[in-house]
């Protein structure tokens, strides 16, 4: 009998958002209230090192350097996270739900209701505003299938019932978004940035800071530590561009490049870029162009 108890006490599952209990009752379960004596002392909040359902295999070396600090949320709050994807070498910005919060490090809820633990706190920030998001504003934006990226709003109701268009594999897709806000700018968080990438220079976003250095998530999906010396703040303003117009467009295989407007495949939103007779021209969506 009481094993069986045990047994029914603590096998407690989550799915779907919604608490199931597999075997007994919670009110089966209720411990004695302790003595008054012992509810005036309560135990430090320990959260374990970074651990995830989504099964990443390993923390790698980028996090073993990120700065210590205390968080900048609070529990319950909607927030930024750089979360680790399966395997552990790929990462991504999301939205998060706070569930829990330690000294440097907090839990999280991520896309499908799973807690993450230990993710530390440099990797965490708050959200933006989205009150002054009007139809055409450039954002950066979050949905469940899509990683944080950058769209052009569509419809905004007094920045409610937000929609937004993007690329998607080279083809400008629509939909309703769980949360955009404007494009930061300058070397802080969650802005993008130009930062070296071997004789180019590449365009990231920072996920981290301190006072010398800016961790920066990479197209590829990796992240790099760079000297906050070595960054230049990219100003993406979503402007028109016209033909013949002069633009630096983005790869995140070949960096920067320099070349012309050939062709508007969608105004305001998709550009055929030229860069030289011997080369074909290329399609970019207007997140990935800058005036020169």
């Known amino acids: 009998m009481v094993v069986a108890r045990a047994l ?12 199931l209990v597999l075997l007994g009752s919670l009110s089966a379960c209720a411990r004695p209230e302790p003595p008054p004596s012992d509810r005036a002392v309560l135990p430090e909040l320990v959260l374990p090192a970074f651990s995830s359902s989504a099964g990443a295999a390993s923390v790698p070396a980028w996090m073993a350097s990120l700065p210590t600090e205390p968080p900048t949320v609070a529990v319950g709050a909607k927030a930024w996270a750089t979360l680790l994807q399966a395997g552990g070498e790929l990462a991504e910005v999301a939205i998060v739900r706070v569930e829990a919060i330690g000294p440097q490090v907090l839990s999280v809820i991520d896309k499908v209701g799973q807690r993450i633990d230990g993710v530390p706190s440099a990797l965490v920030h708050p959200v933006g505003d989205t ?7 450039l954002a950066l934006f979050y949905t469940w299938t899509t990683p944080g990226w950058i769209g052009r709003v569509s419809d905004s109701v007094n920045g409610e019932d937000l929609r937004v ?35 180019v220079s590449s365009m990231g976003q920072i996920v981290a800071l301190d006072a010398t250095r800016a961790w920066v998530l990479t197209g590829s999906g990796h992240v790099e530590m760079h000297a906050r010396a070595n960054l230049d703040s990219l100003d993406i303003k979503g402007r028109e561009f016209t033909v013949g117009q002069a633009v630096r467009a983005h790869r995140w295989a070949t960096g920067f490049e320099g070349g012309t407007i050939a062709r508007v495949l969608e105004p305001g939103l998709r550009y055929e870029v030229a860069f030289g007779r011997n080369r074909l021209s290329t399609s970019y969506f207007i997140g990935e162009l800058v005036a020169p």
Not at 8 to 19: D, E, L, Q, T, Y
């Open 8 to 19: 029914s006490c603590a096998f407690i599952r989550v799915s779907g958002g919604a608490a």
């Open 131 to 137: 009150r002054n998001l009007r139809a055409g504003t």
């Open 165 to 199: 268009t993007y690329d998607w594999a080279g083809t400008t897709k629509e939909t309703a978004v769980d949360h955009a806000e404007p494009l930061r700018h300058g070397i802080a968080a969650l802005a993008y940035v130009v930062f070296p990438k071997g004789r």
